[in-house]
């Protein structure tokens, strides 16, 4: 997709995106798409969010005056700026929470890369913060389990999975509402190039021996018998470690190889926005009654389809 371009004279007023830019945003995410993907509340925030990973990705990194965003005030902005939003401006709190409900409930898959020595498994640490897990997301609408981790893995490592992918081979865990299922992917060699497709989500990855993930607890934050922050990982081991037994692996251990975990890749800069926030890191308790506003919430779909067609019509 084409970035977005300000006119040359376009002002940038204290780092706000200008009108024209915000109009834009709003044209070319919520308004033009499909008719289908307008008639629920959780397709407008995933719309909102997408406009607003390509307004950090892109407008942002091509206009360094601009001010970069975390989702909640650039949905936000983005309510206040476009005209058939503006109405629910006064529910925003409520949306947003709901919304950030709503993902934690969304099935995640993702995969559980093995060397060929089963000793070692790949982690990613996220943009922000300390925490490692394994490469994993969000499924997408209608999408399958197995397609959804080899794109995940694909988008967090750069790495295709697609030939080592089992699709019966695999870990499930629910973590309260959400289900959690990682694909065993053995036998992947230590020397391959990993680095990730996507901007400003991963920072380091690096293969970690499965003896040093050890952990204290089996808690979903959790720290490796070598003091490593661990995410999503301790719930896995144990039925991990009952896979490797079952199988033989393709490549005696190297004892030449580091003792320790190594990275494989690390982005050079990792300064941003004090105002950024990643949900994945952190711990969320959900409400003893989500999507209560989202049940109650409906938007006028109507006028947007009307605003479609005039935005056609132009």
């Known amino acids: 997709m084409a970035g977005l371009h300000l006119p040359s004279n376009a002002h940038v007023k204290n780092g706000l995106p200008p009108q024209e830019l915000l109009d834009d945003l709003c044209s070319r995410f919520v308004l033009n798409v499909p008719k289908e993907d307008l008639q629920s509340f959780e397709r407008i925030l995933f719309l909102v969010e ?5 307004y950090e990705d892109n407008s942002v990194e091509n206009n360094p ?10 949905t936000s902005l983005l309510f206040n700026s476009c005209d058939v939003l503006k109405p629910y401006v006064p529910h925003i709190d409520d949306i947003f929470k709901d919304f950030t409900s709503y993902k934690l409930r969304v099935p995640v898959t993702g995969g559980i ?3 060929e020595t089963f000793e070692r498994c790949l982690l990613v640490k996220g943009w922000k913060g300390s925490s490692w897990s394994f490469p994993r997301g969000k499924k997408s609408k209608d999408e399958e389990d ?3 981790a080899i794109r995940e893995v694909l988008e967090e490592t750069g790495f295709d999975v697609t030939p080592f992918l089992i699709k019966e081979d695999f870990i499930e865990v629910m973590f309260g509402q959400q289900r959690v299922r990682l694909y065993i992917i053995a036998g992947v060699k230590n020397d391959t190039a990993f680095a990730p497709l996507t901007k400003k989500e991963i920072s380091e990855i690096a293969w970690h021996r499965l003896d040093d993930l050890l952990p204290v607890s089996d ?3 959790s720290h490796g018998i ?6 999503m990982v301790a719930p896995f081991l144990e039925s991990l470690r009952s896979w490797i037994l079952k199988h033989q692996p393709p490549v005696a251990p ?7 975990g190594f990275t494989m890749w690390k982005v050079k800069n990792t300064s941003m926005s004090n105002s950024s926030i990643i949900f994945d890191n952190q711990p969320i308790k959900l409400d003893s009654d989500p999507g209560r506003s989202l049940r109650n919430f ?8 009307h605003a479609m067609e005039s935005a056609f019509a132009a």
């Open 50 to 54: 997408y406009a607003h990973w390509f």
């Open 65 to 74: 005056s601009l001010k970069s965003f975390n989702l909640k005030e650039f």
């Open 113 to 115: 890369i093995l060397d």
């Open 146 to 148: 197995h397609a959804c």
């Open 219 to 221: 808690d979903v934050i």
């Open 226 to 231: 070598t003091g490593l922050k661990l995410y």
């Open 254 to 260: 190297n004892f030449d190889m580091p003792v320790k």
């Open 298 to 305: 409906k938007f006028d779909t109507a006028s947007i389809l």
